[in-house]
């Protein structure tokens, strides 16, 4: 759904805090910062998780998945795909 390192570039993007984030989601703060602390995809509550990215969703943020295309037009950040020495 979400990894760690996701949701700290999509503060990163809107620069705001994990305080403002929980604010923004209606999530409480320990549950942001154990949310990034973790490693990998974020797990909890599938009702947490969700009003976290809605939250991201509506300040402008879009997640994209692995090997998913960006539906939108605007700028962004995310991982390639690296390819093995001499390939």
């Known amino acids: ?4 390192s996701q949701m700290r570039a999509a503060r ?3 620069g705001v805090d994990q305080r403002q984030l929980a604010e923004m989601s209606g999530v ?3 549950t942001i910062q154990r949310m990034e602390a973790s490693e990998g ?10 009003k976290v990215i809605e939250a991201l969703d509506r300040a402008g943020v879009e997640l ?4 998913a295309e960006s ?3 605007g700028r ?3 991982f390639k795909t690296l390819r093995p020495e001499g390939g």
């Open 71 to 73: 539906r939108g037009g």
């Open 12 to 14: 990163a993007l809107l």
């Open 28 to 30: 409480s703060l320990p």
């Open 1 to 4: 759904m979400i990894t760690a």
């Open 76 to 78: 962004g950040v995310r």
């Open 41 to 50: 995809n974020v797990r909890g509550v599938v009702d947490t998780l969700t």
């Open 64 to 67: 994209i998945a692995e090997n």
